[in-house]
Each structure stands twice: as C-alpha cells, then as structure tokens.
C-alpha cells in the first residue's frame, strides 16, 4: 500500500510540474505575440523569421522553430530572450516571466 501511495503521490508532482511548465510556455507565447502587436508586428512565424534572425547574431532560427515560440511549445534561450527583447523595446523578464509589465527598455 505503501508502495501505491508513493506512487500516487509522483504522478501528482508529475502531473503539477507538467502543467506548470506548460502554462508558463503558453503564457510565454501570449507576451511575445502582444509584444509583436504593440511594436506594429503582426505575430506570425515569417515575420518574427524576418526580424529576429536580422538582429540574432547566432546562426538563423527557421520558421518552423519561430513558430513553436508562437504556439507557446518552447521558450527561446536567454540570449534569444535579449535580443527579443531589444526588438520589442521591453524587458527580457517581462517576455520571460511576466515580471516588469512591459516596461519599455529607455
């Protein structure tokens, strides 16, 4: 019995920490594209394809992976989030965490 309770008790932290990292990728998404918005973007893979990999001085992020960003599937790497950022003119926290409330950068 025991045995069934401990595994009962790690689907559930499972199960949280899965839907808390789901959520905060979609939430994610939801900041990016009105972000996009407000700066006169349309949130759309090709666009945010355009503009993106004109500022990131890594190698390019196709489309196909700008657009799992948009679907709230994956957030971008710290070093993507600061060029997003400047982009956007906000900050890297709002777009990552929610924190700052789209401060603009000055």
């Known amino acids: 019995e025991l045995y069934d309770f401990t595994i009962k008790v790690a689907f559930y932290f ?3 920490v899965t839907l808390h990292v789901m ?3 979609l939430e994610f998404s939801k900041r990016l ?3 996009m918005s407000k700066a006169g ?3 759309r893979a090709v666009v945010l394809e355009r503009e993106f990999n004109s500022r990131y ?3 390019p992020v196709t489309a196909q ?3 799992r960003w948009l679907l709230g599937e994956v957030i971008p790497s710290q070093d993507k989030l600061v060029v997003l950022a400047e982009w956007l003119k906000v900050e890297p926290n709002f ?3 929610g924190t700052g409330a789209g401060d603009k950068i000055a």
């Open 14 to 16: 499972l199960n949280v």
């Open 23 to 25: 959520t905060e990728k």
């Open 33 to 35: 594209k009105e972000s």
């Open 41 to 43: 973007y349309q949130p």
């Open 57 to 59: 001085w890594g190698p």
């Open 65 to 67: 992976g700008l657009r």
């Open 95 to 97: 777009l990552r965490y």
